[in-house]
């Protein structure tokens, strides 16, 4: 905006929380298209992104989800919704490709219980065990879950190589990993965006130190991306 915006027009960013869950979603998206008055929404969340798809189609709103991981036929049927996003199966790829450069054989999936992490990690086991590797344990856990300890020690148990761990969001990856550092276990990690937050950083401390987080997105500079 200092060097006049964009042809000439001052940009202005305007935006809700939608905490990831489609009530709030839905809220904020029809404040911002009959309020703010705003031409075009940009998205996340996998809960929050089918509840608003009919809206956006139905107000003829550009809609473009800048977050979640998506099945490629999620954008199919649908004039207003594009992605910027890789798809999950993209996404799944690249870990299984992190895994393999750590040259492990045995490991364990741990995820959230919503429509992405839970494709994420059917995903990632199938890729996994189709290369004729084994996934000594795959468990879930619910977005308002607060006590791991049991899982922990049933994932510890399992003995894996590496823990492929799967969360929605930082806050419940901070409790996770607040029980795994009291249950006295530290197994080499792999995570996704979802662990790539100061606030996780602050609250789990030298229990992230180690992890590989998986960060695929596209390169804005290949034109062929276009």
Request: hydrophobic content about 40%.
């Amino acid at each position: 905006n200092a060097a006049g915006g964009v042809d000439g027009v001052p940009i202005r960013y305007i935006y809700y929380d939608t905490t990831w869950q489609a009530r709030p979603g839905v809220e904020g998206f029809t404040k911002l298209v009959e309020v703010d008055k705003v031409p075009l929404v940009a998205i996340g969340g996998s809960a929050v992104i089918p509840a608003v798809k009919p809206l956006a189609e139905e107000k003829k709103i550009p809609l473009v989800n800048d977050a979640a991981y998506l099945e490629e036929t999620e954008y199919q049927g649908n004039k207003y919704f594009i992605g910027i996003q890789v798809t999950r199966q993209q996404m799944n790829v690249s870990v299984v490709e992190i895994l393999d450069t750590l040259g492990v054989s045995k490991i364990a999936i741990e995820y959230g219980n919503t429509a992405q992490t839970v494709g994420m990690a059917n995903g990632i086991k199938k890729i996994w065990t189709d290369k004729g590797k084994q996934v000594v344990a795959f468990e879930a856990h619910e977005l308002d879950q607060k006590d791991f300890r049991s899982m922990l020690l049933k994932l510890k148990t399992s003995n894996p190589d590496v823990l492929v761990h799967i969360p929605y969001a930082w806050p419940e990856a901070a409790l996770f990993l607040t029980q795994m550092k009291q249950i006295g276990w530290k197994p080499p990690m792999v995570s996704t965006i979802a662990v790539y937050s100061n606030s996780l950083i602050q609250q789990a401390g030298d229990m992230l130190e180690g992890t590989i987080i998986s960060l695929s997105g596209f390169d804005m500079f290949d034109t062929g991306n276009a």
